[in-house]
């Protein structure tokens, strides 16, 4: 591997970059992205609506709220 004095600035910015993706991988996994067309063409404002209603993510009964979460951040 070339040394930082001896890079381009392309070669620079690549290895930053690919740094940068290899250690949010590591720390937040890998996303996939469909092949699929975007199926939200045409939709109406209530067929969105209801379709984020359906893919919306609830806490279990007897989760800390968002605000519990960040009163115990803070007090740590």
Do not use: C
Request: overall charge negative; cysteine-free.
């Amino acid at each position: 591997m070339a040394t930082i004095a001896n890079m381009t600035l392309e070669d620079l910015k690549k290895f930053v970059e690919e740094t940068l993706d290899e250690r949010l991988t590591r720390l937040l996994g890998t996303f996939e992205i469909p092949d699929e067309p975007d199926e939200d063409n045409g939709l109406t404002w209530d067929e969105i609506r209801a379709s984020v209603e359906q893919h919306r993510w609830t806490p279990p009964p007897g989760a800390k709220s968002s605000l519990e979460l960040l009163r115990e951040d803070r007090e740590s």
